[in-house]
Every structure is written in structure tokens, then in C-alpha cells.
């Protein structure tokens, strides 16, 4: 199967407490590698565009808020299957609903504050690297 790629986000509960080489470590036993990443700082804008699918959401404000509450790291993860490959290790958005030995259901703090975003399909998943890595800051 060809190699794909999906996007990744280390969101502001984990690097908080410091656990991002944590998350690091599912990601890497799953197969996937890591061939771009950067620690960031949201700002309010990029939060209300990059999750601007939900702004109807009633938890979309809550949601922003988090996402800039504090550093994010932004990763560009390739492998076989990777898009599938990356929702099966983080787990269900929920950690009480996620399956053992998801990085949600080992890591994860709550709903919202649940570690980790992982694209939900190819199309997407180039939207989203398109919106925060340049191609020759990706090297594969
Ligand atoms: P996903 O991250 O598992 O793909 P989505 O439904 O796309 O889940 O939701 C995006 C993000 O919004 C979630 O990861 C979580 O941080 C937050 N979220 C989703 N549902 C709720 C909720 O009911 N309350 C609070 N935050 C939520």
C-alpha cells in the first residue's frame, strides 16, 4: 500500500504537562513517522479557522479557548494507512469511550481536553497540513 500522510496536533492539556514524547511514543509504535513537526502557540484566529467545521458547535468557544490556553505541537505523520492508522491509536474523541491502550484512553484529561487531533480523512488531512506546514518544511 502507498505511503499517506495526515496531520497531527499535541494539543495544550499535553504539553502542559509535559507528556508530548508520551504521545510521541504511540505514534512511533503504531508505525507512523514523524516528517514534519513544530511547537506553537495558536492564535485565536488560526484556533476559529483550523476547527471552523464546528463553529455551529455549542462547544466551539469552549473549544477555541483550550486550543490557545497554551503551546500545541504541529506534526505531519506519514505511513501505510496513516489517516485510519492515526484515529485507531488516539482512541474515540471521548476518553471514557476510547479503547485501551489509546493515547486518549491512557492520556487524555477529558472530552475536550483530549490530548490529541488527527484528521478523519485523506481530503481533509491535506487541508489541514496545507494550513500549517509549507511542502519543504515536510521531509518524508
Ligand atoms: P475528533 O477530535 O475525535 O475528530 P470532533 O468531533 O471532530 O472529534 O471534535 C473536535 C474536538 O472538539 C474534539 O477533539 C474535542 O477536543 C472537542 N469536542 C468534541 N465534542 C465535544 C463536546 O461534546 N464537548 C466539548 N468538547 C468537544
Redesign the pocket.
Known sequence: MALERTFSII?PDATRRNITGKVLSYIEAAGLRVVAQKRLHLTKDQAEGF?AV?KERP?FN??VS?MISGPVVVQVLEGENAVAKYREV?G??NPANAAEGTIRKDLAES????SV??S?APETAAEEIAYFFKDEEIVG
Not at 111 to 114: L, M, Q, R
Request: charged share 25%; no cysteine; net charge negative.
Open positions: 494539543k476547527y464546528h462547544f469552549d473549544l483550550f488516539m474515540a474523541t472530552i475536550e481536553a483530549n487531533h488527527g478523519d
